[in-house]
């Protein structure tokens, strides 16, 4: 199918023709939106109130080809290689994980509880695109260090640090295996870890399969825990007394999780996500 003319209207028309078996009028009405801001800087409002207007022919060949994109399921964050988070404007590639509303949601957590502190030293543990990391250093008065074990990863984080002005510490480091931070303690340490187990690949969505970094989402059924027991490993020698860890950890599996830190040393606190699943651990070392 072609697009009739140049006309927004018809582009329009044609961008709901070739995505209504893949999403609801409702998404492609936001997807059509941003298109038009990204690649014909015209605001909803203009699309709206002037679809008789037209747009040029390398705008228009830039929404087409965005749009064949998305039929195939390309998340449009990658197609605009971008994200907003937090106030914070971040590149995204396909070597770094979108970030979810769930993570911004335990980051403003953490930043409601930390805002008024001064001088923390933080350090977030599979960092990716940095969302986490950088977020915290714009709202909390703090000294940052984040670490992945992705190069690529690491690249597009360090980017994102440049770009916004901020002053986080990147380093490359494989967490289970070895850490070089050796003789620091932390006031806050913060992880998103890959959590989705391999048996629960058939229940995720070909955007997420086919264009997401798998090394940034799963983890294998025999120790789907792993991560949190090298993150609790670690905060025996470099958290603080009184210091706090906070966690995104896959729901189905929130008790075991929780049971990983149910030391005398630690008080935990399970907390759910906007969509009203056991999403987050707070820990406090006592």
Do not use: W
Request: glycine content about 2%; overall charge negative; hydrophobic content about 40%.
């Amino acid at each position: 199918m072609r697009v009739k003319s140049n006309k927004i209207k018809d582009i329009v028309s044609y961008a709901y023709d070739e995505l209504k078996n893949t999403y609801t009028k409702e998404e492609i009405k936001s997807l059509v939106f941003i298109l038009f801001q990204e690649f014909a800087n015209i605001n909803s409002a203009y699309v709206l109130a002037f679809e008789d207007k037209t747009i040029n022919e390398s705008e228009l060949l830039n929404i087409v080809l965005a749009i064949k994109d998305l039929k195939h399921n390309k998340p449009i964050q990658q197609i605009i290689g971008k994200v907003d988070f937090l106030n914070i404007s971040l590149n995204i590639t396909k070597d770094t994980l979108i970030p979810r509303p769930e993570t911004e949601q335990m980051c403003q957590l953490i930043i409601n509880e930390n805002k008024d502190k001064k001088g923390l030293k933080i350090i977030d543990i599979c960092c990716g695109s940095g969302c986490i990391a950088l977020s915290l250093n714009k709202n909390i008065d703090s000294e940052v260090f984040a670490c992945d074990v992705s190069e690529q990863a690491l690249k597009i984080a360090k980017q994102n640090n440049t770009n916004n002005n901020l002053n986080v510490n990147f380093f490359l480091c494989d967490v289970l295996n070895d850490c070089p931070i050796t003789d620091k303690e932390f006031d806050i340490i913060v992880c998103n870890p890959p959590y989705v187990k391999d048996s629960e690949k058939s229940l995720m969505k070909d955007n997420v399969l086919n264009y997401e970094p798998h090394l940034a989402l799963f983890v294998s059924d025999e120790n789907p825990l792993i991560f949190y027991e090298k993150i609790e490993f670690f905060a025996r020698e470099h958290l603080k007394k009184d210091g706090k860890i906070y966690l995104e950890i896959n729901n189905s599996l929130a008790k075991e999780t929780a049971l990983i830190f149910s030391k005398s040393i630690y008080q935990t606190e399970t907390i759910q996500d906007i969509f009203n699943k056991d999403r987050f651990i707070f820990i406090k070392k006592i």
